[in-house]
């Protein structure tokens, strides 16, 4: 069974081909995609693309054209859950898109022709990723060059891997009012989301479309508010891209 391991971002997937024995490059609708054995197990790794057209067209081509029998998805998003903190890692429970509105026709984010606005992940796959995140975690303090959380030195400031609800939209959420706005609106209906992104709900719909398991990880690097630009570049490289690599390489030794 060959897995597809989706990345947001470059250096994520970078490090993870360097793991790769027998690495083939393939072109296909635009996209780069990386053949493989990753500790032994066959592998296809891609680069998402930014926003929710671009990632279900890389999911869709990693089923039709590579036969992948599960897709695991790595990124970042903006921390809006309480207590979920830069440095923190979600592992998505299920996905909603937080900017879908078919009203009046259909009830507010819920998703025409499927009669709910929230597409559950897989359980099993889920459960082995957020073991592997907690191990992750755990572990992080001095190897990443992270620190406690800000607001407290306390041990119970150490990261976490949170399990709940993920939003994704087209649309980078970055000023504390909009995030305060969609999170309060959100709950409000009983969503109680954790973070924001702008993919995973597209890779949550065509792998439910397919049949195909779907499990879905995200580092925090904001708060989804007017700070979610500083020291981007550094958080990915230092921090996120690592995370990617030591999840991934657990989760591929529990499958």
């Given amino acids: ?23 083939q490059r393939v072109m296909h609708a635009g996209r780069a995609f990386w053949l493989g054995d990753l ?79 929230r597409l559950v992940c897989d359980t099993a796959l889920s459960a082995m990723l957020l073991e592997a995140a907690r191990a992750c975690v755990s572990g992080a303090r001095g190897q990443f060059g992270l620190k406690y959380a800000p607001q407290s030195t306390s041990e119970d400031a150490l990261h976490l891997a949170h399990h709940g609800l993920v939003a994704s939209g087209d649309r980078f959420v970055s000023a504390a009012e909009e995030s305060h706005r969609l999170r309060a609106m959100l709950l409000g209906a009983g969503h109680d989301v954790l973070a924001v992104e702008m993919e995973g709900a597209a890779v949550a719909q065509v792998c439910h479309d397919y049949g195909i398991p779907f499990a879905a990880v995200r580092t925090i690097s904001d708060r989804a508010d007017d700070t979610a630009h500083v020291d981007f570049p550094l958080f990915v490289q230092t921090v996120a891209s690592r995370y990617a690599e030591h999840m991934v390489l657990a989760l591929m030794h529990k499958l």
């Fill in 1 to 23: 069974m060959t897995t597809a391991i989706l990345s947001a971002l470059p250096e994520e997937q970078s490090s993870l081909v360097d793991h790769l024995l027998h690495p």
């Fill in 39 to 117: 500790q032994g197990r066959p592998v296809v790794l891609a680069l998402s693309g930014i926003g929710k057209v671009a990632a279900a067209t890389t999911a869709t081509a990693l089923i039709e054209r590579f036969g992948v029998a599960r897709i695991v998805f790595t990124g970042v998003a903006g921390g809006v859950g309480d207590g979920v903190n830069v440095g923190d890692v979600v592992v998505a429970q299920d996905y909603l898109q937080h900017d879908m509105d078919a009203s009046p026709l259909f009830p507010r984010w819920e998703v025409p022709g499927y009669a709910r606005s």
